[in-house]
Nanobody, 122 residues
Framework: QVQLVESGGGLVQPGGSLRLSCAAS????????MAWYRQDPGKQRDLVAW???????TYAPSLKGRFTISRDNAKNTVYLQMNSLKTEDTAVYYC????????????????WGNGTLVTVSS
């Protein structure tokens, strides 16, 4: 019903920047919160940042100031601008969205993308 497709991952040197994108498509009536998470192999998936429809944002405390989340509601797309990247930022980054597929839904359903790999290495 709803697909989330991430793009923009890749290899970058320490101190560099990347911009991730995630486009939602399918049977979408509205999207509430959109978010980015990341996961190292063998570890839990951690919140990076989330953003509401109105643009309010929340960041993992350790990432605030380096990462910026934004969204384009008209395009059902969320972005993550990552600056001053460190080797410890290496992870698979996942897009998440809470989506209402019908106008009568009181609560949206949770959807995930397949992830995009970010590797920070010299």
């Amino acid at each position: 019903q709803v697909q989330l497709v991430e793009s923009g991952g890749g290899l970058v040197q320490p101190g560099g920047s990347l911009r991730l994108s995630c486009a939602a498509s399918g049977s979408i009536f509205s999207i509430d919160v959109m978010a980015w998470y990341r996961q190292d192999p063998g570890k839990q998936r951690d919140l990076v940042a989330w953003i509401t429809t109105g643009g309010s944002t929340t960041y993992a405390p350790s990432l605030k100031g380096r990462f910026t989340i934004s969204r384009d509601n008209a395009k059902n797309t969320v972005y993550l601008q990552m600056n001053s990247l460190k080797t410890e930022d290496t992870a698979v980054y996942y897009c998440n969205a809470v989506v209402r597929t019908a106008p009568r839904m009181n609560v949206g359903m949770n959807y995930w993308g397949n992830g995009t790999l970010v590797t920070v290495s010299s």
